[in-house]
């Protein structure tokens, strides 16, 4: 469930639904509206109208009004106990001692059972890419669906010390179908002072012919004690709902690469007064680097990409623990899944700034030209010599020049610093982050947040 919303309604103004509604399962916003950023004509997207966040807010507080007949019942930070900052920092229950943990699995409804997926197992993994995509996250309009890569699903559920029994899923007994899955991985995220273990929850999925028939929560229950049997109390994960209660709420911004066919898959609109020739060359990058020194990361540079790393993601309230491992596994380029570069020193051969994103493309729905959108999304960026604002436009020309048609980043750590100058336009959804059993006492600024699920 690491997603947020996927709302394709293009021109912000008049964006069909309002960003984070209720309605919405979504996940990143992928649209946005294609005005000139550097214009000095009234504001478009750039800014949120006055309209568009009271409409955000009015939203934000019917979903805090909503009854959540599951989440209430989980220890997870409840409405009723926002700005009540007498309770303390931490865990929210104690951990049972293992013997007490549920040995057997929850019930399913008679004609389903669970069946543990071998991320190794090619037909297993085939299965899991065909469920999802069909019928993982869309946008409101329903004009695109996530599309993970087998080799992108193999990555993020296989890091260092997984743990198969995480990898869920539910099957039609008699045809043995797979029908819903949802995802666990190990992960130490440090909260303040303190580093937690922790299980990343992600790729929640009922097939659409199952929908509101509260598979979701025996699912949630089911991964949840799995991680109980591992001696793990927390966990971190992201939606685009709102549920009881963000730790923050990011939003997705998009800097069109190929702006001539996000206008014409609908991802994007033409702005007020321009034209598609303006809008192309508005977009136009240079065609290769400028900065001495940058190149795609090795093996070799994984200590001291580590280093780096764990020196900037130190400044954030709620960030991974990265340790070498980590980094070979997350941050070490894979072709067509993960993008890491870094600049080194033409004199003195350190190490001295970093960037990286992963590769999720979508499926464009009932285009007659295109079916896929090759979306690139930032992951973690660390600059110390090179301006971030420099370090992020060659990001920028690589991404471009491996085809990518759009590159998405969160208003999440210093990336504000370089959003509206590299012109990155907001998009019209959002994306809440969640952490199980452990409550912070007050909500984060997403600048505050250091992490990046996928
Ligand atoms: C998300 C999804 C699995 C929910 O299943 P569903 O059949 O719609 O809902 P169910 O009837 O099974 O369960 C409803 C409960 O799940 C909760 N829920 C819904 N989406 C959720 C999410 N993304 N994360 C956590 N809980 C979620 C609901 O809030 C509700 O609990 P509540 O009564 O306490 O509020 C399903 O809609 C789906 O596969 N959507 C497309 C993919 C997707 O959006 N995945 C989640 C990405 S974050």
Redesign the pocket.
Known sequence: ????ENNASNNSASSSSPPGSPGS???RTLSHDESDPNSTSPPTTETETGIEALARRVQESLSMS?????????PVGQFKDLGDSSLPEGPIEEPTPLSEVKQDPYNLPAQYEWSTCDMEDGPTCNEVYAL?AQ????DDENMFRFNYSTNFLRWALRPPAYFKSWHIGVRVKASKKLV?F?TGVPARIRVRNEVVKMAE????????K???????????KEVTRRVHLENIWQAA?????V??TPVTTCRYWHRSLNPKKLIDVGFSRLGPRMTMSRTIRLYKLPGSTVTPGFRKMELRDVPAVTRLLRGYLGQFAVAPDFDEADVEHWLLPREDVVDSYLVESPETHEITDFCSFYSLPSSILNNANYSVLKAAYSYYNVSTKTPLLQLMNDALIVAKQKGFDVFNALDVMHNEGFLKELKFGPGDGQLHY?LYNYRLRNPLKPSELGLVLL
């Open positions: 469930m690491a997603d947020g399962d979504l996940n909503k009854r959540h007949k599951f989440w209430e019942t989980q999802l019928n993982y996250v869309e819903a949802i929850i992600n790729f929640l999925c009922v097939h659409k199952l929908r509101s028939k509260r598979l979701a929560p025996v699912m949630i994960y992201t939606a685009g709902v549920l009881p969640y």
